[in-house]
Structure formats: C-alpha cells, structure tokens
C-alpha cells in the first residue's frame, strides 16, 4: 500500500511537471472541462457532479453516444453553446495529443536509427551549466556527440540543433539505466563524459558503463574532493575493462583557476605578503577544493603556510575526516575563538605585511559587494583584503571592476573539455618528463660504474613510467607542482610574467636557491600528507616514504633534487 501510495505521488507530481512546463495545453483541458461540465449541467440539470465530470472526459475519447440527447433538446432547439465548444476543444486536443505523440515516438525510432550508424563519437551525461556549457564546445567544434539527460530544456535544445539525445525521466524519479547507455552507442563512443551535480549518480553511471564492452575514454565528474582523490587512487574497473578512466573534478578545477588568477600571497596593491589567511565562511565542495588547494600549494619562504579560517567546529571535522593529515599543510583556525569574533577581527591577529582572502562564493557579486563595505568601514589594520564573490557563469559587473578589493571565482566554462585537460596537463607532463629523463640518466651512470643495486633501485620507482602510463594521483602530483611554479617564482621577488625570466632564474645565488628548494620540500610532500601517506622505510603498497621528514634532514641526493625541480622552475613558467 506504501508503495502504491508513493507511485501515485510521483505520478501526480510528474503530471503535474508536464502541465507546467506546457501552461497553454494545461489551460486548455481545463477550459474543455469547464464549459463540459456548464454544458451538460443545461441538458441534465438532476445528474450529479461526478456523473457530469464523467460525461466531460468521454468527450475526449471522441465517443459520439455522450451527444445523443436528441429527445431532451427537441424542443430547446439544439446543444448548449458550451458544450458543443468543449467537444469540439476536446477533438482538438485529443488529436493533437495523437499527433504528438506519433511525432515523438518516430522522432525516438529516427534518433535511435541515427545513433546505431554512429561510430567514435561523444556520449555526454549530465543537466547543469556545466554540461549544457560543454555542449556549447562540442557544437561549435562540430563533434559529434549524443546527450542523456533529464533536463527537458537541455534534450529541446541540443536536438533542435540537429543533435541526439537519450531522456532519463528525473520527475518519475528514475535513474540511468544500462539500456539508456546501449541506446546512446557507448559500444561505439570514443568518450564518456559523465558529468552530473551528484557524485553517487555518476559513479553508478561509471558502474554501468564498465558493463558495456568497447574501449572509450572515461571522463568521471567528482566535485568532492575526498571523493576525487580516492578515485584517482583507486581504479576501480580498469582491471576488468578496456575503458580508460580520468577522474575530473570541476570544483577542483575551479579552485585551481581562482588561486592562479587571486594569489593568496599577493595582491596588486599590496604586493607579497609574509602572512597569508584564507577564510572560508561557508564550507561547500568548492571552499573544501580552495581549502585543499591551498594546503597543496600554499607553501612559502621561511616555512610559512596558508592560515585557514573556517565557519564552525564542524566544518573542521569533516576536513579533518577527509584529510587526517591536513594540519601538517596548512594550519586551521576558527572565527569565534581565541579572540577572533568575526572575519574583520582577523585583522586584528595578522601582521602589518599579511594579506586575508575571504571567499565569499556562496554569495552573488551583490551580496559579496555590502560584505565588503561592511569590511572597509572596520577595517583599520595595515594588512590588506580581499573578498572573492561568485562568478560561476561570468556575472563580471562594475561591482567587481571599480573596486580592488572584490574579485569574481573564474567560471566554469571550458573546464572539462579534452582541450582544456590538456592544457591543464601541458608543464605537469613537462615536468614529469624532466624527471623520467633525469632517472633514466642515473641509470645509465649506475650501470656503466656497476652499481646493479642502484639500477633497480632506480627502474623499480613507482613513477619512472612514461605520462600516458602514470596512475591519475602520480600525474595530479605533477599538477600541484605546476601550479606552485608561480609560487615560488614570486617568493623570489620575481614577476612570473617579465619576458627575462629564465635569464634572471639561472642567476639566482645559493641562498636563494636553498630557500627555494626547502619551499619545493614542503610542497612535494603536502600531496603525500593529504593521501594518508606517513614516515617510515619506502613502502608505496603501505604508503610510507622515509623522506617526510624536515629538509635539515634531507640526505644530499634528495637535496639536489630539490634544487634540480627549483632550477627548471622559471624554463616551464617561460613555455
């Protein structure tokens, strides 16, 4: 009976979708019901409500015997004006009902036609901005691409411009089926991009496709960042399947942009700080994915980290619960204790050369805008500021351009497409290649001396493979290192941008150099950290590396290291 119940609701409610969704159509049944029932209230002035309601709807069944009433109209001379008008409206609709349907059932037959001719294309999933902005791309690259969905407006839209589409019916509350990936030729497709808001739908959606045989690269959207980084650890189905899996997430992708594009270190304004705050008023998928990666590339001069502020006890935790080892990155904080009623009382604990970002990405420019006044007027501390609003799809307003203290987060535009991640991979795989040809020139050192032990030492490294064979966690280690390039070139009072770069890099002197190479230390072992890696003997099954110790404690070998990914930093900067 429960169920039943239920199955009723979610039939009411999915009518009651469709009639919104089409208010003319709905208007109309309603006006044929009206006139229907005042109708045949004139003719059967004694029936009741219910029966003249039933009357009303056989209408629409198109069943002549409701209109054979010829011995009650004799003498009144013919049928009430309003029911005549509702019959003839209930023909209409109930033809027009027919046409539409038939028009869609051979539109469905003809799609899914088409889509078995289709061969090497794109299967797209998903109903957001972000897919309804990556089809955008798609179409205008002229790729040929099959969507499923459950965005109605999404479906219209990408089959008015003569694409295919497969529907999954969000409003009956149903999920992505095997047969709607069958439908959409995943057999046959090149990528699989999965990419709805729910992480749970789309690693079921990645569940179902390792059910389906072919071979297809994988694009699997996970925005929380626990989330993305366990499946980048953990292959899941490779093992069993021919598909290729890249684990994306479009919040991560984000916070990347945004603290390339804000520095927390820097300011136009202010310049380099030697204290940085980052404050998290609200804590969502994306402030997690800012939070973490500030603890991957928040690493400065003379030890210096990112002073993290957050909301709410509980906030804490659950970063904690994900991140065990995050306090060893980064050092967390909470506004409300210690002294530190609000965010502008964090003025009050940072020193004249710091510099506190708040994100605000949870608020519209606008909203963000009376923060930062509010900000302004208390704001007699002689470090700087800066509030960070939501710019999630380009809302740029004079807000934002006439005053230096308020930036926009970067939209997400373009995050996800196959050019954009290999943009995003272009000085990670540079730098991972400087390294695969560093070890394969140790090797070469260790066999002509005969230093067997030191060759395979050397060729047994996690790492020492080619780009395209690295786990998805070994190429994210070279992102991060990528990312913190800018970073350490403005550590040494350097603008990443001046076209003598590399000429001014190579003359740096020791000092410079060893500052540098203990930053680049503290950053390479930050990933680690946050995967749960702890000090012991090298044991990559058991996650335990011997140099996650202070850089005093360095051997030599691993020093120089350091200072050779310190010198190739300004050549990948200046590419």
């Keep these: 009976m429960k169920t039943l119940s239920k199955s009723l609701l979610n039939l009411s409610a999915v009518g009651y979708g469709k009639l919104k969704s089409h208010r003319l159509l709905g208007i109309s049944v309603a006006a044929t019901l009206t006139f229907g029932l005042f109708g045949y209230s004139q003719v059967f002035p004694d029936f009741g409500f219910l029966t003249l309601l039933y009357m009303t709807v056989q209408l629409f069944l198109l069943d002549s015997q409701v209109f054979d009433v010829s011995d009650v109209m004799a003498e009144s001379g013919g049928v009430p004006w309003a029911l005549e008008l509702s019959r003839w409206m209930a023909a209409a609709l109930t033809f027009y009902g027919l046409i539409f349907a038939a028009s869609k059932l051979l539109r469905r037959s003809g799609d899914k036609y088409r889509i078995e001719q ?17 089809l955008e791309e798609v179409h205008a690259l002229g790729q040929e691409c099959v969507l499923i969905s459950s965005s109605d ?4 839209k990408w089959r008015s411009q003569g694409h295919f589409a497969v529907d999954v019916d969000a409003e009956a509350h149903a999920t992505l089926q095997l047969d709607d990936l069958l439908q959409a030729g995943l057999p046959r497709a090149k990528d699989f991009y999965i990419l709805d808001t729910d992480d749970a739908v789309n690693l079921r959606a990645l569940l179902l496709a390792a059910k389906v045989d072919g071979s297809c690269s994988i694009k699997l959207r996970q925005d929380e960042p626990f989330a993305c980084d366990l499946l980048q650890r953990h292959s899941l189905f490779l093992d069993q399947s021919q598909h290729q899996l890249r684990v994306i997430s479009v919040e991560k992708q984000r916070a990347r942009l945004l ?3 804000c520095p927390l ?6 310049g380099l700080a030697t204290e940085v705050h980052l404050v998290l008023p609200h804590f969502g998928a994306f402030e997690k994915s800012v939070a973490i990666q500030a603890a991957l590339i928040g690493h400065y001069k003379s030890g210096k980290r990112v002073n993290l502020w957050l909301s709410s006890p509980s906030a804490r935790a659950q970063l904690v619960a994900d991140f065990p080892e995050i306090s060893r990155c980064l050092d967390i904080r909470l506004v409300g204790q210690d002294g530190v009623e609000s965010v502008a009382a964090i003025g009050r604990v940072c020193g004249p050369d710091g510099f ?11 909203q963000a805008y009376l923060q930062m006044l509010r900000l302004e007027e208390r704001w007699t501390y002689k470090c700087g500021f800066r509030i960070i609003a939501s710019g999630a799809y380009g809302d740029e307003t004079s807000l934002v351009q006439e005053r230096p203290n308020i930036d926009c987060v970067p939209q997400p535009r373009g995050l996800v497409t196959e050019a954009a991640l ?13 390294w695969y040809e560093g070890n394969q020139l140790r090797i070469d050192e260790a066999q002509t001396k005969g230093e067997l032990e030191t060759v395979e030492k050397l ?11 690295l786990s998805e966690e070994q190429k994210d280690t070279n992102r991060s290192a990528a990312d913190h390039i800018e970073v350490k070139i403005r550590a040494a009072g350097l603008n990443p941008k001046q076209p003598d770069i590399k000429e001014v890099w190579s003359k740096l002197d020791a000092k410079a150099l060893e500052m540098l ?28 590396h011997n140099n996650l110790v202070p850089y005093d404690d360095l051997d030599q070998s691993t020093k120089d290291y350091d200072d050779e990914q310190v010198c190739e930093a300004a050549k990948y900067c200046a590419e």
Excluded: C
Aim: proline share 1%; no cysteine; net charge negative.
């Design 517 to 544: 190479s203990r930053m680049e230390h503290e950053r390479w072992a930050a990933p680690l950290w946050l995967a749960n890696w702890q000090v012991g003997e090298r044991d990559d099954v058991r996650r335990k």
């Design 118 to 134: 289709l061969d090497g294309h794109s299967v797209v999933f998903g109903a957001d901005k972000i897919t309804a902005d990556f």
């Design 356 to 366: 506190v970002t708040v994100l605000y990405a949870h608020l519209s420019v606008e």
């Design 153 to 156: 407006s999404l479906l219209e």
């Design 422 to 434: 290999v943009q995003i991979d272009r000085v990670a795989q540079a730098i991972h290649k400087t």
């Design 459 to 469: 060729k047994s490294k996690a790492t020492f493979k080619l780009w395209d064979d």
């Design 265 to 270: 270190e820097w300011d136009a304004q202010q």
């Design 259 to 261: 603290l390339q594009q």
